[in-house]
């Protein structure tokens, strides 16, 4: 089953935070998180294993709550270059294959 | 290290034809993952080789299949070709005891 992603979409002004949520309803091994500009290739940004730590690049950072099987992206002080659209994908344990199941995206529009 | 490559960049066919998509994975990554993605149905997980073995497989008909080789390149088919195959065809590369999942550029199918 596909997990959620929250807000659809988010509009911000430049140097302003937002968080994405993304929430499963299966037990989760692992979340990842990529960002994807129109026409282009996902590009990851960070993994988080269950029983792992929060992880954190530059200013964008992620948690993952594993007993709600939850997961948020914060992304602080926003450049224009954060434009695109966020997805999660989440893969259950299953031995050594990984199938990620996307949510829907998060589209996230920074203006100057 | 050199990225993933997926050729060809664009592919026009017609209903009924059949494509070959190929994937070729960053050095040493023995695992390609194939995903599907449209504005429908977003990023949906097709099929995932390891050491020339299939290993996983998501909801797709059977005209879907795929194969690796022994140099971990991998071939996508598409049999029979429908109007609702037209999407962008992605590979990830994952290295083995690892989990991220790094996307290729992508192929653009368009059928008429």
């Known amino acids: 089953q596909q997990p959620v992603q929250s807000p659809q979409a988010v509009i911000l002004r430049e140097g302003e935070d937002a968080v994405i949520n993304c929430s499963s309803s299966?037990?989760?091994?692992?979340v990842h998180w990529y960002r994807q500009k129109h026409g282009e290739a996902p590009v990851f940004l960070m993994i988080?294993?269950?029983?792992?730590e929060q992880k954190g690049h530059e200013k964008i950072s992620a948690s993952f709550n594993e007993k709600k099987q939850q997961s948020s992206l914060y992304l602080t002080a926003s450049q224009l270059s954060y434009s695109g659209t966020y997805f999660c994908?989440?893969?259950?344990?299953?031995?050594?294959?990984?199938?990620?199941?996307f949510g829907s995206g998060t589209q996230l529009t920074v203006l100057p | 290290k050199a990225g993933v490559t997926q050729t060809p960049r664009y592919l026009i066919k017609t209903r009924g034809q059949q494509v070959t998509l190929s994937c070729s994975p960053i050095?040493?990554?023995?695992?390609v993952s194939w995903y599907q993605q449209t504005p429908g149905q977003g990023l949906q997980f097709l099929f995932e080789y390891f050491s020339e073995t299939q290993r996983n497989k998501g909801n797709f008909p059977g005209r879907f299949s795929g194969r690796q080789f022994s140099n971990s390149r991998s071939e996508m088919n598409v049999s029979t070709l429908e109007l609702g195959d037209s999407a962008l065809y992605l590979c990830?590369?994952?290295?083995?005891?690892?989990?991220?999942?790094?996307f290729g550029p992508g192929t653009r199918l368009l059928v008429l």
């Open positions: 994908g989440t893969a259950a344990p299953s031995g050594s294959a990984r199938q990620l199941t």
């Open positions: 990830a590369s994952r290295g083995t005891g690892l989990e991220t999942q790094y």
């Open positions: 050095s040493g990554h023995r695992s």
């Open positions: 299966k037990a989760l091994y692992s």
């Open positions: 988080l294993l269950k029983g792992g």
